[in-house]
């Protein structure tokens, strides 16, 4: 379980970046955080990844206090997309770029077998001598997912990683989250597309002038009504479309079709 106790980060120039942020994430949880621009979620999952230091408040994974480790030390736990994954990349190659994350790994063994399910998964196969540049922004966040299926980290964590992102690429991203959700990974996302949030994620925090303002399921979210307007969000489609059709809450495809052939 990934335990935050009251995190505070104000930025060098006195801007706040988040104010008092308590959470509590179990394992493979699916975790969308929402909120406007400029209300704290990237600088929350900066100070998770140990990029940036906070002035108050703790972190723990497992009951182990992680305060004190680097970055490095962390990714032992968790994998990050950075919203520009150009900053991520340093290999010549993409093949080079997950084998190098496949070589943390403490069994050596099936390594190709490794790299090619990973390269196929992210539907890489194709792509695989290209030098990371020279393929997609989408791609280049699918590698970095890659990277952390070829690192077997427990939590994965994405700033943003729909946007920008045509309707293709965000296809193939849910097939990847599918994926690691069978894995049992922990997947933290920030979006703002709640139709995929919806689909994909269980639960959601949304952090409104650097407070946390709700954590908890998306369909409650959902329910009460002022929880999503908050964050400035509206109901994602097929929760309008089931509640005006037939007065049923549904948040993902499966719910409507069960929705319609039930008896
Ligand atoms: N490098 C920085 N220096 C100073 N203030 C920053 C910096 N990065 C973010 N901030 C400020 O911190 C607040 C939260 O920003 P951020 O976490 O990036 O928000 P979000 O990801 O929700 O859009 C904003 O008021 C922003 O202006
Ligand atoms: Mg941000």
């Known amino acids: 379980m990934i335990k935050i106790e009251h995190l505070s980060y104000q930025y060098s120039n006195g801007e706040q970046g988040i104010n008092d942020i308590s959470v509590e994430i179990n394992p493979s949880t699916t975790l969308a955080i929402l909120g406007p621009n ?17 002035q108050s408040g703790s972190i723990s994974i497992s009951n182990q206090n992680i305060d004190k480790l680097s970055i490095t030390q962390r ?15 340093f290999n010549f190659t993409i093949e080079q770029e997950i084998r190098f994350a496949l070589r943390t790994r403490k069994d050596q063994e099936d390594i190709e077998a490794k790299l090619d ?25 699918f590698i970095l997912i890659g990277c952390a299926l070829g690192m077997n980290q427990d939590i994965i964590i994405m700033d943003e990683p729909t946007s920008g992102m045509d309707h293709q690429s965000i296809k193939q991203l849910a097939k990847i989250v599918e994926f690691l959700k ?25 952090i409104n002038h650097h407070h946390c303002i709700y954590q908890g399921t998306f369909k409650e979210a959902c329910r009460r009504e002022n929880v999503l307007n908050q964050g400035e969000y509206e109901l994602p489609d ?11 809450l549904c948040t993902t495809h499966q719910e409507w079709i069960e929705l319609w052939t039930k008896k």
């Not at 968790?78 to 991520?88: L, S």
């Not at 097929?238 to 049923?248: H, P």
């Open 38 to 54: 400029g209300s704290g979620k990237s600088t929350f999952l900066k100070c998770l990844m140990g990029i940036l230091k906070p």
């Open 117 to 141: 399910a990973i390269l196929e998964l992210c539907s890489l196969t194709q792509h695989r001598s290209k030098h990371p540049y020279d393929v997609s922004m989408a791609q280049q966040k």
């Open 182 to 206: 069978k894995e049992k990974k922990t997947i933290i996302i920030v979006s703002h597309d709640l139709n995929f949030v919806s689909e994909h994620f269980e639960h959601v925090m949304i």
């Open 238 to 248: 097929i929760a309008r479309l089931s509640l005006k059709a037939r007065n049923s």
């Open 75 to 89: 990714s032992k736990y968790i994998g990050f997309v950075f919203q520009d994954p150009r900053e991520q990349l």
